[in-house]
């Protein structure tokens, strides 16, 4: 059929190529041209090939030819018919999702959902325009988790810059504190060796002038004693009193006693400890103000109470009746003790909040994770769920461990602050009006949402009647 009319349509193409348009990269070629090829027009589905404007004529003008369906030119002709039954792929069935020919619809595919290609390609386009928006909705989402990410190590950067320039500081204060103790230990030292020296030159400078007065008496009486003539004797001796020794000093008692340095070197290390305890100070004071910018708002949560205990109306202050209530035994709820928890639950992050604890004899406080046991005895220590410091007896203060910790304080908290570094595995517990660490957890693995954990004991007869009272954090 090609060789029918491509001689004279070649001819003809020849003569009109120049009016006719060359295809170009990227566009359909007519399959038929042999020299130049033209930019086809059309393609036909039956032939299999793409015509340009001259070859196309046939498909307009002959009958047999005008039955073919064509198309907008497209390449890969073959890959648009059915490879089992030689037929143009005109339709596209929804429940298999692949385009299909008119026989695949009444063989394979006869109770399937069938529509026509375009139909299909509609419908395609529209679910590929959703999946697009989601694609670029996670590439957006994953460009601002970089940045994020950028801005949490820019953080990061500032955070350790800004410690290291503090313990730069710190450090250095300290090693000049260090220098000029020892170099004040060295003078002290050497001052109290160069006064017993002094002391010791005052001696020997006035014993040789002893010895010097006393050798002059010597050769005096060494001369006399050579005389012979016993009435010159008798009256040298009278004339210059040599028969007495002369007037000395009595150095029978006269001594050097060594320096005494003992506790020279206790008194410089105590005034270093000092110098240390007000950096120390300083230090604390700057981290308890950091820790204080991370001040959450905790409010108790009546759920998980246990039935004797008590809470405010607006959910702040808490402390332990002696009045069981009738309360609903949901999941949540702690059975014993008088616990409560906090509403707020946190997963990452870093979060602070303070306790007033004045007044009260016995608590505990500090976090508990989501699943920590709440029916029957619970065990304070982080293997069992939880991370608090107690107070016992009114001045008996405990890390919450097996067995329990002795923390030694130099005053007894009134507001107590309780910091969490999720990630950091670390909880850490603050005097806040003394400005000093009471203790801390370090190296925690938390993989559970952390709540506050507040118990505030038993009243003990009115001794320990005080309540737990959530204060709001002031940085001073």
Not at 251 to 262: A, D, G
Not at 306 to 323: A, E, F, M, W
Not at 384 to 413: C, D, F, H, M
Request: with cysteine; aromatic share 6%; hydrophobic share 35%.
């Amino acid at each position: 059929m090609v060789t029918q009319f491509s001689q004279p349509a070649q001819q003809k193409a020849s003569s009109s190529s120049s009016e006719q348009q060359v295809s170009k990269p990227g566009e359909v070629p007519c399959d038929v041209c042999t020299g130049t090829k033209l930019k086809a027009l059309k393609s036909c589905l039956v032939c299999l090939v793409s015509y340009c404007e001259t070859h196309l004529e046939p498909h307009l003008t002959m009958s047999g030819l005008k039955r073919h369906q064509l198309i907008d030119p497209v390449e890969n002709l073959e890959g648009r018919m059915c490879t089992k039954h030689d037929k143009p792929l005109e339709l596209f069935c929804k429940t298999d999702q692949t385009c299909v020919c008119m026989l695949c619809t009444v063989l394979d595919h006869k109770k399937h959902d069938v529509v026509p290609l375009k139909e299909g390609y509609e419908g395609k386009k529209v679910e590929l325009g959703k999946t697009e928006a989601e694609i670029q909705q996670m590439i957006q989402k994953r460009r601002l988790k970089i940045q994020e990410i950028k801005h949490s190590v820019n953080l990061s950067e500032e955070d350790a810059d800004r410690e290291i320039a503090e313990g730069v500081q710190v450090f250095t204060s300290l090693k000049e504190s260090v220098e000029r103790g020892l170099n004040e230990l060295i003078n002290t030292i050497k001052e109290k060796q160069k006064t017993t020296e002094k002391q010791a030159e005052a001696f020997i400078k006035e014993l040789e002038q002893e010895i010097s007065e006393l050798m002059k008496r010597s050769t005096e009486v060494e001369q006399v004693l050579r005389s012979e003539d016993h009435l010159h004797l008798l009256q040298s001796v009278q004339s210059l009193n040599i028969q007495q020794p002369p007037h000395t000093k009595d150095w029978t008692e006269v001594s050097i006693r060594p320096s005494s340095y003992e506790g020279t070197v206790v008194k410089a290390v105590v005034q270093l400890e000092e110098t240390l305890s007000k950096e120390m100070k300083k230090l604390l004071e700057a981290e308890l103000k950091r820790v204080q910018q991370y001040a959450v708002d905790v409010t108790l949560d009546p759920d998980t109470a246990t039935p004797k205990v008590i809470l405010s109306d607006d959910g702040k202050q808490v402390n332990v009746g002696d009045v069981r209530k009738n309360l609903p035994d949901n999941p949540e709820r702690f059975s014993r003790y008088g616990i409560v928890l906090g509403k707020q639950s946190f997963f990452s992050g870093r979060f602070y909040f303070e306790v007033q604890v004045k007044g009260k004899t016995d608590w505990n406080l500090g976090v508990a994770r989501e699943s920590i046991n709440r029916k029957g005895a619970i065990t304070l220590n982080p293997q069992k769920g939880n991370w608090t410091i107690v107070l016992r007896n009114g001045n008996e203060y405990n890390a919450g461990a097996v067995p329990p910790v002795r923390l030694s304080l130099k005053s007894r908290p009134q507001k107590v602050g309780v910091f969490v570094d999720y990630e950091g595995g670390l909880v850490s517990f603050y005097d806040v009006d003394a400005a000093a660490l009471i203790s801390s957890f370090t190296g925690c693995s938390f993989t559970e949402k952390l709540f506050p954990y507040f118990c505030p004991s038993s009243n003990d007869g009115g001794k320990n009647s005080a309540p737990l009272i959530i204060s709001p954090v002031r940085v001073n």
